[in-house]
């Protein structure tokens, strides 16, 4: 089970840029208040003369229990500044890297904020070999919206009791599939970033365009 995991989570690394996504997003886009959720960050690479590097999401006060998920080339982290549990992937010197066209995908699971009804953005940032950055952190109209997730009603038998806070300090993530019940969340998490990355390239074309366009 755990090595026909990794072969999943390894095919949904790197995915061809005829389903890339025009932002970065987040699945699923709506999930239980209280609940462990598998998620899954979508990121393309939105340079054509730079690869992407890095990745780290912010999460906001309420998410807890989070681990991430190392991608091959991929180190991941989780840490608290205080205020957010920050995410981070860090790429290598080689497989490291979100090349070209291409996007690819980033697991990790939390435990949602019990707060049902409320829409909540997490400020994504990506960072390439040239050095810049690029900051999805605006309004979902916006040239670089952040992710954002819906928190829904508690799901059946799930505890409504408030979690603790975050405590600081860096960890190196485990794995989702070490924590029970974590196989079959990382396995729901990789699907659903099959169906997120169901994009069109003509959207990431069409980004670079403008931004070619502003340059001149």
């Known amino acids: 089970m755990r090595r026909g995991l990794i072969t999943l989570c390894a095919a949904a690394l790197l995915i061809p840029a005829a389903v890339a996504q025009a932002h970065v997003e987040l699945a699923p886009e709506r999930a239980p208040a209280g609940a462990k959720v598998a998620f899954t960050v979508t990121v393309p690479n939105e340079r054509t003369t730079a690869d992407t590097i890095k990745v780290a999401l912010r999460l906001p006060a309420g998410f807890t229990e989070v681990t991430a998920t190392d991608a091959a080339g991929w180190t991941s982290s989780v840490r608290s500044d205080g205020q957010f549990t920050v995410v981070t992937w860090t790429g290598g010197p080689s497989a ?64 409504t009791a408030t979690t603790p806070a975050t405590t600081g300090g860096e960890t190196t993530s485990t794995a989702a599939g070490s924590d029970g019940g974590g196989s079959g969340l990382l396995i729901a998490g990789v699907i659903a970033a099959g169906l997120v990355s169901l994009g069109a390239l003509a959207a990431v074309r069409m980004r670079r365009a403008r931004r070619a366009a502003d340059r001149t």
């Open 96 to 159: 490291g890297k979100i090349t070209g066209e291409n996007v690819a995908d980033f697991a990790f699971v939390a435990r949602t904020p019990n707060e049902p009804g409320t829409a909540v953005a997490i400020p994504a940032t990506q960072t390439y070999t040239s050095g810049e950055v690029d900051r999805w952190i605006g309004s979902e109209s916006s040239e670089l919206p952040a992710p954002r997730v819906t928190i829904g009603e508690p799901a059946p038998g799930t505890a």
